[in-house]
């Protein structure tokens, strides 16, 4: 699939210098600028590449460590449900978590329940 590296490179510039980073905390669910990424790392969608995100740690106020989700129904060892989000089923991909920059964030959809963020934990710390 071709992908145009040029538009999501002039919408990281304007979210670079002109957005704040915004104030998160850890179980949050946002929906991010994620981009255009290379190869089968987890693109963002639509005109802005966007995607919803978990927060899974606070690193500082202006970084922190996000899991991507999806609403794919794939099976996988490195998906797990978090439950409705926005009116749809949908997962985090444990395997393409990382640190991004609070300017990335859009607005905040909500939270995932402690007791599935829990689970998400433990998986991504026997991961590690």
């Avoid at 995100?53 to 794939?74: D, F, H, M």
Wanted: proline residues 2%; hydrophobic residues 35%.
């Amino acid at each position: 699939m071709k992908k145009d590296f040029d538009k999501w490179n002039k919408i990281k510039t304007e979210i670079h210098e002109n957005e704040v980073g915004k104030f998160y905390h850890t179980r949050e669910i946002w929906w991010c600028s994620l981009g255009e990424n290379i190869g089968f790392e987890q693109d963002g969608n639509g005109a802005e590449y966007q995607r919803p995100v978990l927060i899974l740690k606070g690193l500082s106020k202006n970084t922190c460590l996000i899991i991507p989700l999806t609403t794919s129904s794939n099976k996988h060892p490195m998906r797990v449900s978090v439950g409705m989000v926005e009116g749809k089923e949908a997962s985090v991909i444990i395997s393409q978590m990382r640190v991004i920059d609070t300017k990335r964030f859009i607005n905040k959809i909500g939270f995932a329940d402690k007791n599935i963020f829990e689970v998400i934990r433990k998986i991504v710390k026997d991961t590690l």
